[in-house]
């Protein structure tokens, strides 16, 4: 096999192809340094990654994606639908939350914004409410006390 030429051309004047065979690539990979390892490494990776209909493994990072996480804003009427999504009082919606009650009813009486954190929580809730009622089931104990003694 003769070394590659910058014209494109095989030194003895064979022609390359486009594309290099199984056997050229695992019979260079032998002979690459180190550093040429990796990148032919990440060029292989890369050409997977996006070969369609293949799941993606291995993890998300900002090198390799772009993804939008700012949650939407929610106004009192927002707040007061996820909590009615879910049946549930301002301070059983608190609780859920992680906030206080009194956090809740700001909320809904428009004197405060929930936070970035409780925004995010509230649209996940929004696009998928029965996955949270049948969470919350789960948690859930019904107290029954008897107030006539």
């Keep these: ?10 030194e003895g004047g ?13 019979g260079a990979a032998g002979r690459l340094s180190p550093a ?24 998300l990072t900002v090198r ?8 939407r804003p929610y106004g009192p009427d927002d707040t007061r639908r996820v909590r009615g999504l879910l049946g549930m009082s301002q301070a059983v919606f608190a609780r859920f939350l992680g906030v206080d009650a009194n956090t809740v009813r700001s909320w809904e009486q428009r004197q405060r914004a929930p936070s970035a954190i ?32």
């Excluded at 064979?14 to 695992?26: H, I, L």
């Excluded at 995010?120 to 006390?145: Q, S």
């Design 64 to 71: 390799t994606y772009r993804a939008e996480f700012t949650p």
């Design 118 to 149: 409780a925004r995010r929580f509230m649209g996940e809730v929004e696009a998928n409410p029965e996955y949270w009622r049948c969470r919350i089931a789960e948690c859930a104990t019904e107290d029954r006390t008897d107030t006539l003694g």
């Design 14 to 26: 064979e022609e390359r192809s486009g594309t290099p065979s199984a056997e050229a690539v695992e």
């Design 36 to 59: 040429g390892a990796k990148i032919v490494g990440a060029f292989e990776e890369a050409i997977e990654a996006m070969r369609p209909g293949d799941p993606r493994e291995g993890r």
């Design 1 to 10: 096999m003769g070394k590659l030429t910058g014209s494109g051309t095989k």
